[in-house]
């Protein structure tokens, strides 16, 4: 790519593959900036500081699935905040939030499918040779690495509770 510049290379893209987390989101900062996308901008910046926070805090540099940990926390909390927003009839902030659920989901890898979801659960059901509900937190620990940001949590703990329950 000689004799292209940045902008060229990275063309409007927010996810390029091989990137840290981090470095797509402060990239995506940059070209939101440059193309007046304010929601983006917006968006990215809380992210940023969300993420900047929890480092000040822990004193430590954050991988990229403490950093996914965050942007699923950012998209429950617009979640949650759309709901409230639906109960005071604010349509206003019901677009806001879903609009920045969608710059969000953006940096997260695709989601898992259901299906998939529970196949995997129940894998570590019967390799972990749990066989009641007090068993979730063996089960948790072994899946919870394996789904790594591709399904929200309260998913994942609800198909794993269903599966003990049986």
């Known amino acids: 790519m000689i004799g292209a510049s940045r902008r060229d290379v990275f063309s409007n893209s927010s996810i390029i593959i091989g990137m840290d987390l981090k470095t797509q989101l402060n990239d995506s900062v940059k070209d939101a900036m440059k193309s007046g996308d304010e929601v983006r901008k917006r968006t990215v910046r809380m992210v940023l500081a ?7 805090d822990k004193q430590t540099t954050l991988d990229d699935a403490a950093v996914m940990a965050i942007l699923q926390k950012e998209i429950k909390n617009r979640r949650e905040a759309i709901e409230e927003a639906k109960k005071a009839k604010r349509a206003d902030l019901v677009s806001e939030n879903e609009s920045e659920i969608k710059v969000l989901e953006a940096f997260l890898p695709k989601a ?5 979801l529970r196949a995997m659960a129940e894998a570590a059901i019967t390799e972990t040779g749990a066989a009641a509900p007090a068993d979730m937190g063996k089960v948790m620990k072994v899946l919870m690495p394996r789904v790594a940001g591709r399904a929200p949590n309260d998913q ?5 509770k269903e599966l003990l329950a049986k």
């Open 112 to 116: 898992m499918p259901a299906e998939e």
């Open 50 to 56: 969300a993420i900047k926070q929890v480092e000040v």
């Open 156 to 160: 994942i703990s609800a198909v794993v």
